[in-house]
C-alpha cells in the first residue's frame, strides 16, 4: 500500500495485483466539499429548501392546530366545544381525542409527495450538471461511497435548514390562527409542550423527505464511469 497526496491512498503492487485507489478524507473536509458546491448553487439549492419548507410549514400548522383544538376539548368547558363543534371537530360523548379527518390525511401525503417529486427532479438535474465535477473525482480515485456521502450531506443541510424554517412558521401560524379563531383560550389551553414535539416531528419528517428525494440521484452519481462522465460536453 503506498500513500500519494492529497489524501490519496493508493494500494496493490505487482503487476498481477489489481490496483486499487481510494480518496481518504476526514468526515470535516467532507462537509466543506458539501458546503461550497451548497453555496456554489446557491439559488437553485434555496428553491429546493424553499419548496421543502412549504410542505413542512403545511405539515406542522396541521400538527399545531390539531394540538390546539385537543386542548380545548380538554378543558371540557361547553363554549369552547361548541367552538370546536363549529370547527368541524367531532366532539359528542365518547370521543377522547379530535383530529384531522381522512381528506386532511390526504392533503398533507399529497403535498409531502409532490414535494418528494420536487426534490428528485432537482437533484437529478444537480446530478447532470456535475457529470465533470463527478468525473474528476472519480479519476483522483473517489470511490461510490465517498460520491454518495456528499450528495447525502447536502440533502441533510438542506433537509435541515428548510424544515426547520418552515415547522417554525407553520407553527407561528396555526397558534395565530387559533388565536383568531377561538379567541386567547387557544393559547392558554394550548400544550406548549405537544405544540414542540409537533415541529420537532415535522422537522424530522422534512429531513427524511430530503434524504430520501436525493437518494435515487445520488446512486446514479456514484455509479457513474469516469470515462462518460468526463465525456460529457458543458
Known amino acids: 500500500m503506498k500513500h500519494g497526496g492529497d489524501g490519496l491512498v493508493f494500494g496493490g503492487g505487482g503487476p498481477d495485483q ?15 466539499i458539501s458546503v461550497k458546491s451548497l453555496k456554489v448553487r446557491f439559488f437553485r439549492n434555496l428553491i429546493t429548501a424553499l419548496s421543502l419548507a412549504l410542505a413542512v410549514s403545511f405539515v406542522t400548522f396541521v400538527f ?39 381528506k386532511e390525511r390526504w392533503i398533507v401525503a399529497l403535498s409531502l409527495l409532490v414535494c ?22 472519480k479519476c483522483l480515485g473517489a470511490l461510490d461511497q465517498f460520491i454518495l456521502r456528499l450528495f447525502l450531506l ?38 406548549w409542550s405537544a405544540a414542540g414535539l409537533s415541529v420537532l416531528e415535522a422537522t424530522g419528517i422534512g429531513l427524511a423527505l430530503s434524504l430520501a ?8 452519481a456514484a ?10 460536453e458543458e
Open 18 to 32: 489489481s490496483v486499487t485507489r481510494a480518496v481518504v478524507l476526514p468526515f470535516r473536509k467532507s462537509v466543506e
Open 64 to 102: 399545531v392546530t390539531t394540538d390546539t383544538a385537543q386542548g380545548l376539548f380538554e378543558s371540557g368547558k361547553p363554549a369552547l366545544l361548541d367552538m370546536l363543534r363549529h370547527a368541524g371537530y367531532d366532539v359528542s360523548p365518547g370521543v377522547t381525542a379530535v383530529g384531522g379527518g381522512p
Open 116 to 137: 418528494a417529486v420536487g426534490i428528485v427532479n432537482a437533484q437529478l438535474m444537480a446530478v447532470t450538471e456535475r457529470f465533470r465535477e463527478i468525473g474528476t473525482m
Open 154 to 191: 447536502e440533502a441533510a443541510m438542506q433537509g435541515v435548514a428548510g424544515s426547520f424554517l418552515g415547522a417554525i412558521f407553520g407553527g407561528l401560524a396555526a397558534v395565530l390562527t387559533g388565536l383568531i379563531r377561538y379567541g386567547s383560550a387557544a393559547a392558554t389551553h394550548l400544550s
Open 213 to 220: 428525494g436525493v437518494l435515487y440521484p445520488a446512486i446514479v
Open 223 to 232: 455509479r457513474m464511469r469516469p470515462v462518460e462522465a468526463m465525456r460529457v
